[in-house]
């Protein structure tokens, strides 16, 4: 029997052994601008690709959106599926014209800048509760799969060579621009649209791009099309070939990829497999505004993920990131994060005082369900939890079983409340083993009949906000 995905998350709990009864998943498809009930191709091999981080820096929060949304997508499709019929793909863009700037000007190798940026991203990702990729596939790995795409799309006349690369010939795709939506003229305009002087056509795009002296020899491959690196949409398209195949069922990231990168995903990979589509439904994130003002560098409010990990826990980045609808546009404020944080220990506060309760069986709360079902409605979905952990607090006891496996289960499809509840109260770690050793303090100045100090201890730790319990097995302390 299949498995549904909490049952893996939620390994505390035992005899967890039905598919939860998930009604249909509705999805807003970019391509129709509307939501469509989602039919995979193969309901044993359902497939999924979103872009990932060109990996020369830290990740700022805006990044961590799409990986979050998706991944409660993904959650959601591997209770529907069953976890071992979802494939998820996202990838690292190890070679890029940034990642060269990063080298010259720091004089360190790529591939030590790639490394140590891949490494962080992952830790910065498993903080916030994401589930690992089934493939996280680099760039650099997937250069000849690239060059094989390129030869096929020269091959039927859609890419030429030019001196500074191989282009991509627009014109030669009549439904180049359906995605974005964008005519001609648009897309001529488009900001990122390539300069080069051997172009045939304004909006044509690089596909491969030639070696520039004094380039490292790190980010440069020999190919049919001359010493080079390639452009950054092919990257995907190779990624998403090798590892999901041709026709994939999802397509996931940033609003601001539409155009050009995933209009160019779609023409090359359309173009080079006879125009079989390339992804069946295409989803989108909005923008991350901070403070209601655009995150940018020059306004200097760029938050990093590893920044806000070392004064909050992930999880409260996450809760945070999952209050607003993914389509609309979310503003980071340190109010959001705070109203994050209470509500998150009002649920875990909910969990702690069923502690003893024993858990036998459980799905996922119905209305939680058909809320992420619902194009993942999150903020909904959230609400449902509050409710739950509401009813809970007033339950009687022979409804508290069902009710903390629904906040747990409920809980484990948005990736939530699977920490110890006490653990939660206790605070990060840090701060847990400094208390920890004032409480010890305590106790061996209570042994050594020093009770002012002692009650120094438990006063100062009270200004805290920490209230140490007393009990037959010695004592214990919690954030209040
Ligand atoms: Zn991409």
Known sequence: MRQPACVQVLSNIPNVTERPRLMEIRLTNTYAREKQVFEPSDPDRVTMYVCGPTVYSYAHIGNARPPVVFDVLYRLLRAKFGADHVVYA??????????????????????TITQRYEQIYREDMAALGNLEPTFRPRATEHIGDMIALMEDLAAKGHAYQGESGLWFHVPSMETYGRLSKRNRDDMIAGARVEVGADKKDPADFALWKAAKDGEPDAAKWDSPFGVGRPGWAIECSAMAKAKLGETIDIHGGGQDLIFPHHENEIAQSECAHGGKPFARYWLHNGFLSMDSEKMSKSLGNVKLVHQLLEKWPGEVLRMALLSAHYRGP?????????????????LYNALRRMSDVVVEDVEPPAGLVAALCDDLNTPQAL????????????????DKPR?????L???????????????????????????DALVAERIAARKAKDFAKADQIRNDLAAEGVEIMDGPQGSTWRKV
Do not use: C, H, Y
Not at 90 to 111: C, L, R
Not at 383 to 398: F, V
Not at 403 to 407: A, I, Y
């Open 90 to 111: 996202v990838n690292f863009t190890d070679v890029d014209d940034k990642i060269i700037d990063a080298s010259q000007e720091t004089g360190e190798p790529i591939s």
């Open 330 to 346: 979310l503003d980071w404020t340190d109010a959001l994060l705070e109203q994050s944080r209470a509500t998150l220990d009002r």
């Open 383 to 398: 609400a449902e939890l509050s409710r739950l952990a509401t009813e809970a607090n007033k339950a009687k006891d022979a």
């Open 403 to 407: 009710l903390k496996g629904e906040l």
């Open 409 to 435: 289960a409920g809980g484990a499809l948005m990736g939530l409340l699977q920490q110890d509840p006490d653990q939660w109260a206790r605070g990060d770690d840090s701060d847990a083993a400094r208390i």
